[in-house]
Structure formats: C-alpha cells, structure tokens
C-alpha cells in the first residue's frame, strides 16, 4: 500500500492520505469546510507542493483540495486507472477515400502524465483511431508517426521532411492528408507547406486540439472527424488548417494556411483567419461548406511542385519603444541573412536603429517590415519614418501576417541570395500571404459590455 501513497504525494499530503487510510486511484468521499466532494485520487505532479490532494470528479475535471480544509476522508471503491488507448488496426471499407494521417505530435495525441501534471505526446496515429472510431465511417485511413515533438520544436528540418513525406503520398494516389500537430506553432507549419507544396490536387490539412483528449472537454476527437471529412471530400485543394469555429461543437473553420494565427492561449475556437474570411466551414451535418469561391480545386492527376528549401538563419524583431542598435546588429555579427521586423503603426522603429540597419543591408542583410496590428498593410510612404527606412534598405512586406513573413524569408533564401531575386519572390503571392484588399468582413474584433454587442452574443454565438 506504500507504494500507491508514494505517487507524487510527499510529506503533509502523504500524511493525510495515510491518516484516513485512503490511496491513490481510491475512490474517495472527503469532507471539507468548504463541502463534500467525491471523486478518485490522483496522482500528484512530483514537482508540486505537499498542500494539496487532487481529485478527478464525476464531471472529469480535477479538482484540488487544500488539506487544511479536509475534516474527514473516507475510500468507499479503487480501481488504477489505465490511459493508455490501444491502437486499433483500421478497417477497410470498398468504396471510402484513401486519406494519409501523418502524426508529428501535439495535443491531439496527447494525454495528461499524472506524474509530471504535463501533457505530454502519448498517441501513435493508430491510437487515435482506437479514440476516435467515428474516423472508419468517413474514409479508409492508414497513419505514419513521422514525429513525436511538440509543435515549440517544429522547425525547418521537419517542414521539409514533411513536405517530401506529402509530395510522396500525393505521387502515390492517396486522395487527402491530415496532420496532426500541436496548436502553438500549427500556423509556422502551414505557412511553410503552402510554400513548400504548391499545386496540390489534394486537400492537405492540419489539425490539432487545444485540450487533450482526457478531458471531457476536448476537441481532439471533433476536430480530427472534421479534418478527416474535409481531406476525403472537400474540394478545396490547398494546405488548411482545420480547428474550432465557434467555441461550441457546431462546426469549424478551414482557414487557408498563409492567413491563419492562433490568437488565444485556451480557447478552443483559438485559430482565426486575418485580414481576410476563412475558407469554408466543416460539420458533420453539413460537411465543407465554402465561404470563399476562389481557391485551388481537387484533381485527378498526381503532379505537384514539392520546393522544400529553407535557410535557417533568418529572424523576427517585434520592435519595442527604446529599442538599442545592438539587437540588429548582434544578428548580423552571427551570420543572419535576413530579418523580418514587427513595426508599430503603418511599419516604423526608433531613429537609433537607422545605423545598425544601414549596416545590415550593406553587409547583404535582407530586412522587410511587417505590423504589429496584424490587420492592414505596411505604408512606409505615409511619415517620413518610413520613407526613411525604405531609403534605408527596409522592404515593405504589404500585409503578411509576421509569422508567415518570416516562414516565407526563409523559404526565398533557401533559394537565393540575390537581392532583386529575394524582393521579386518575397512579394509575388504564392497564396494569398498578400492580397490586394482586405475584405470589409475581414476584420471584426467585438467590444463586450456594449448594449448591442451584448445583444448579438446573447442572441448568435460566442
């Protein structure tokens, strides 16, 4: 019985625990001065205080209790719980497409570790499909675990690799791609396959989830049956990111990969396309419906361009008031070939650094400027900040979302160095990383607390 009180629980915890006879997985009845809660004892985080016991409830959520507030406890059941899924063999069925699911990790495949309290990746595809059976009655699905990383340590290596890896599935007739990928970096990702994979006759669509799927209220499961439908039906042919619409389980978006940002650290509905509306909507009822009607069709044919090129040494500045020199020129000290600066206003920064960037661009360095508004266009024209910068070498980059500006430097240089070649490929649209307007529905941010805004949420969604 030691051994269960020795699951993370440590000095005042453990005591309790032994106190009333009470083990980890037990099932408890406890009785505090702020009511009575009922669930099973968990296993605390090895790094966590001795002050706490942690129960999950009827409900699935975990709750904490301080054991200063626990009069009474009592174990009235036990049973270990196991969270490992079985991976599960997927049935073919005559007839459904063929969809490739390429795993790289994330939260949708992962699971909590009870002895750490982190999430971590868990999941192979194939354990997905044990999770989601639903996956069998859209299409005939076969999985690769190209990666186990969370998406923080996707980088270029992995763009490339993943792009061959589709190019290959494409070459051999699989009819739609999903991959599954953590939400944090989930729209580097998408920037980077768009320019990568071009010309797709496939839906290639990229997925995660914002809660894993131990929790009652995760959206691994509607997401993955969401980008699934979307790969073996839809008619949009590009690289997608498919997550929550609105924060309830109605339907999601396809947002086009070079205008999609996550924009909430929790929210499921986390991912909104800027500057522009997303591509279509996706529900099980319904299946894609388009927003917009101009996008690259499904083919037949297996041609598609695979470019994975990509030079490393490439940065982001978000630029700060009180900016020093020195933060451009300790870049260009380390061999950094370009840089993509994160301007105030319509593209500015401080009079100081004008030095550091004449220096940068006569050693080579290509600098573009983007916004930090997210929503608009860079007009370095407008003050003489930025006509002053623009004599300066400072490219403007028109309304690329910063994360894609720099996916995009990276994938030009991994091609060219040369200067006109750079700005020729930076600023011809591949797909839709520049538009030439932004749509009047193309920005809305709600204010709450106003009367009509108020009304609207009450009577439309969240």
Known sequence: MAEDFFQGYKGAGLKMLMKFNVRVWGQAEIETSRGKFA????????????????????????????????????????????????????????????????????????????RTGAVIPAFTPGELYGAVPELADICNLTTEKLF?????????????????????????????????????????????????????????????????????????????????????YSDIAEVMVCMFGPTSDEYGFLHRGTRVRKMHSSYRSTFRTIGDTPLATVSRKNGVTPIKQDYNHRRKDRKVKILPYFEEKVAMIYYYTNMQPDMIDSLVDNGYKGIIIIGTGLGHVNKPLYPAIERAVKKGVHIFMTVQTLWGYVHMFVYDTGRDLMAKGVIPAENMLPEVAYIKLGWVLGQTNDPEEVRRLMLTPINDEITTREPYNGYLIYQGGVPEVEDFIRKFHK
Request: glycine share 10%.
């Open 39 to 114: 669930g099973t004892v968990l296993p605390r985080s090895e790094n966590d205080d001795d002050q706490h016991i942690v129960i999950k409830i009827i409900t699935g959520y975990n709750v904490g209790l301080d054991i200063k507030t626990i009069t009474s406890m009592k174990e009235v059941g036990y049973k270990k719980a196991n969270y490992k899924i079985p991976e599960k063999e997927f049935p073919y069925t005559p007839g459904l497409p063929k969809v490739k699911l390429i795993g790289t990790g994330g939260t949708i495949a992962s699971r909590l570790d009870y």
């Open 148 to 232: 186990a990383v969370f998406s923080e340590n996707m980088g270029p290596e992995q763009y490339k690799k993943l792009a061959i890896a589709i190019g290959k599935e494409i070459e051999n007739g699989i009819e739609g791609i999903v991959i599954g990928h953590g939400t944090d970096t989930l729209h580097y990702t998408a920037a980077a396959l768009t320019f990568m994979i071009q010309d797709s006759p496939v839906p290639i669509v990229l997925v995660g989830s914002q809660r894993s799927s131990d929790r009652p209220s995760s959206d691994a499961a509607l997401n993955l049956i969401h980008a699934n439908y979307t790969a073996a």
